[in-house]
């Protein structure tokens, strides 16, 4: 079918968390005539998840400070970190932050920060930490994009990436029943991770996995894409909550027996001890046996482990486990008295598109940030540096996008576009997300994912594709189409990865191997994709 142009602008950005939000700012304050578009609502996403009280958002206490933090950086990534993107972030943290205050974001400042709760996640000593709440953020957020004059296109997602040559110069997209053919000079990809690919997730439903495979398809490359984060979350009451991470030390876990989840003494105080230092599962810490442990109990009973409170916690809990818990309560009606069940979750992704410290993808024309990207962080990520991601990496695709539409030529007037569906999206869908959870989280193991491979295969062979359709079955065909392009690119290059690494934990080589201390590169050789070694450098 023939999709005529609607209208172009000079940057579209695809996306509506912290990162595309940034975008859409500061391409607009460049100039540019800007759409910000959404697949669910502005303010959605990752950024906005509504699971936790806030996004924790910190930065070099000082400028004696930064050189520290890279090498933190360096250290808790395990080497898979890039070195030119990890200088120009941690750069660009203060100024971030400063321009957010500015603003006027009211951000949450600690009062006792010396407390050891205020660390971040996998960190070795405080930072400038921040606490950016939600209904702060939204209003001075929307005040600023109507000032600008932001056109923003809500319940809008992208299906497809347009490009004239090799350019991208518009989009595809799906809105009320209808596609659309929307043009630009400039593209940003802010539409975040991969986390809803498994079956029990810690994100919205928009955090599809599909950004990644619009920017394969038209010719990124993928990097990290096995290192991801992986955490408990409340399985009842309120389901998909964040578990605090920051409590592990004051908590009792039992299996649905009545057993512990771990032997008493004091090898068991010493692990709950380390793992209260970070929220997502580590291979490289010896409290590695806690995941295992509480996904395995996860595995064999749904209705996952219960967790109490000691009195201690529940009469002087620590500032920042205090914040959580008066959320809880204010939120969830959840009191640190009630007991919960828990299991563990897929959370945030550390890898994603590949770019350059302008954000550039390789393509002309497109441009990507925030969480759909990979390379900052690294196989573990230090808490409270996602959002500080959005931001920066946010702010310099805005700056990009909108420098590099000034020469850029109108798309076409018109796009073809294949119309195809499946007959039934949603077992699909969740077949993938059963084999995801069941291979691709803690445990992994060369048969496991060799399996959920195959398996992949299987599902589509199943259900050959049928030519037309309702708008809205082909919106979700090809939703699924590229969610499965992203769950064979974390597959293959967690299969490659023959090691243990970070977030990365492989049953069948758990240790660590200096040999493949490179990251992995992902790409599509005939749709397929296809993962490698660098064999030098970054990408």
């Known amino acids: 079918m023939l999709l005529s142009l609607e209208h172009t602008w000079d940057v579209l950005v695809a996306g509506s968390g912290i ?67 990890v200088e120009v972030f941690v750069d660009g943290i203060a100024p971030a932050i400063e321009k957010v205050r500015d603003m006027g974001v009211k951000l949450r400042r600690a009062v006792q920060k010396d407390q050891r709760e205020f660390i971040p996640c996998f960190d070795h000593k405080a930072r400038d930490w921040n606490g950016l709440e939600f209904d702060c953020v939204r209003p001075v957020f929307n ?8 056109t923003t296109l809500e319940g809008c997602e992208v299906l497809e990436l347009v490009r ?17 053919y929307l043009g630009c000079r400039s593209l940003v990809l802010a539409t975040g991770g991969y986390g809803s690919l498994f079956r029990y997730h810690l994100c919205t439903g928009d955090v599809s996995g599909l950004g990644q495979a619009l920017a394969l398809e038209a010719g990124a490359s993928l990097v990290n894409m096995e290192f991801m984060q992986m955490m408990p979350g409340y399985l009842s009451p309120a389901p998909k909550t964040i578990f605090n991470e920051k409590a592990f030390r004051f908590s009792h876990f039992r299996r649905g027996d009545g057993a512990p989840l771990l032997p008493p003494g004091e090898e068991t105080h ?75 979750f897929a959370h945030a992704a550390n890898g994603g598109v590949a770019i350059d410290a302008a954000t550039y993808t390789g393509v002309p024309g497109l441009f990507a940030c925030g969480e759909v990207t990979g390379g900052m962080h690294g196989a573990d990520r230090i808490g409270g540096l996602s959002t500080a991601n959005g931001l920066v990496f946010g702010g310099r695709a805005g700056r990009a996008a909108a420098a590099a539409c000034v020469q850029a030529p109108l798309p076409s007037g018109h796009v073809a576009f294949e119309p195809w569906t499946w007959r039934e999206c949603a077992p ?31 599902l589509e062979a199943e259900a050959p594709r049928e030519p037309g359709g309702t708008t809205a079955a082909v919106a979700d065909s090809r939703r699924l189409a590229g969610q499965l392009t992203t769950a064979r690119a974390i597959l293959r290059a967690a299969r ?34 296809t993962a490698q070694f660098v064999k030098e450098g970054f990408v």
């Open 270 to 344: 010493r692990l709950l001890e380390e793992r209260s230092g970070h929220g997502p599962f580590t291979s490289r810490l010896s409290d590695r046996a806690v995941d295992v442990a509480l996904f395995r109990a996860f595995l064999a009973d749904p209705a996952g482990v219960e967790v109490t409170y000691s009195e201690e916690m529940r009469a002087d809990p620590p500032e920042f486990i205090r914040t959580y818990f008066d959320w809880l309560e204010r939120e969830k009606g959840l009191t640190a008295a009630a007991p919960v069940q828990i299991g563990i």
């Open 428 to 458: 699909l869908r969740r077949r993938m997300q059963n084999v995801m959870f069941r291979s691709a989280m803690v445990l992994r193991s060369e048969q496991g994912l060799t399996a959920a491979l195959e398996e992949l295969d299987a």
């Open 164 to 180: 004239s040559g090799s350019r991208v110069c518009g989009v595809v997209a799906v809105q009320d029943g209808s596609l659309r």
């Open 496 to 529: 490659l990865r023959r090691e243990s690494r970070g977030s990365h934990y492989r049953e069948d080589f758990p240790a660590p191997d200096p040999a493949q201390a490179r990251p992995i590169q992902v790409w599509l050789d005939r749709g397929v994709p």
């Open 19 to 85: 990162a595309g939000l940034s975008a859409a700012l500061e391409a607009a304050e460049a100039g540019c005539s800007v759409l910000l578009l959404t697949s669910t609502h502005l303010f959605s996403g990752s950024s906005f998840y509504p699971g936790t009280w806030g996004l924790g958002l910190i930065g070099p206490e000082a400028p004696s400070d930064r050189a520290d933090l890279c090498r933190s950086i360096q250290a808790v990534g395990c080497g898979m970190a890039d070195p030119a993107l």
């Open 143 to 150: 005040q600023r994009l109507e000032a600008l004059g932001v």
